[in-house]
């Protein structure tokens, strides 16, 4: 038995962001734990949980809201990033790869999104 969202691609690389910058999260200084830290780690969390929230009992608009919710959150984790990078905390090599993965996530759930009526 499995919930509908469970099968879902975007919920699946939502997961997997927020596993990732949870480990990152991990190597960011001591003073960063209620700032930078945090933010990103509720940031990517918010992007799988908005996805299966809104895939339960809710109307098509409804879903639509739940995924742009989705969407913003990359946004913010992207945003994260950044200011991981400018501060030292990430060299350019792992800032790459999880823009990356947060401009495809990004990609696919505007697409899953257009579909939904």
Known sequence: MKFKFEGL?????GMDLGESMNELADTFPPK????????????????ALNISEGSILQSGPEYRKFLGYSIRSVAEVVTCLHKAKRRKYIDETTFEKYYKDCFDIMNMTIAFRNKIK
């Open 9 to 13: 691609l975007i919920w699946q690389k």
């Open 32 to 47: 960063e734990i209620y700032n930078l830290s945090s933010q990103v780690r509720r940031a990517s969390d918010s992007v």
